[in-house]
Nanobody, 115 residues
């Protein structure tokens, strides 16, 4: 079994920054990819940013140039640096990891951006 624990969410004013962290623990040999998803009220959960074990990156268009995903493979940890935050970034952010053939999810961390 694998557990994912997110941290770093909170309340921030528009234009501010936050850094989210997600640490994976448990029965891990290797993680093929890790990513961040978010779900706003009334919206479907959607990918924000992803990174593979080889360093391939993917971002949703609305965060390009503002958010940056990175990883520390030795620590099984992924980060999401969020800059120039906007009210529309307000959502619960979920960490995701593909370990072998299994997808794992964290419980989420709330990010609220005030105008």
């Amino acid at each position: 079994q694998v557990q994912l624990v997110e941290s770093g969410g909170g309340l921030v004013q528009a234009g501010g920054s936050l850094r989210l962290s997600c640490a994976a623990s448990g029965s891990i040999r290797s993680i093929s990819r890790m990513g961040w998803y978010r779900q706003a009220p009334g919206k479907q959960r959607a990918l924000v940013a992803g990174i593979t074990s080889g360093g391939m990156l993917n971002y949703v268009g609305s965060v390009k140039g503002r958010f940056s995903i990175s990883r520390d493979n030795a620590k099984n940890t992924v980060y999401l640096q969020m800059n120039s935050l906007k009210p529309e970034d307000t959502a619960v952010y979920y960490c995701n990891a593909l370990v072998g053939y299994m997808d794992y999810w964290g419980k989420g961390t709330l990010v609220t951006v005030s105008s």
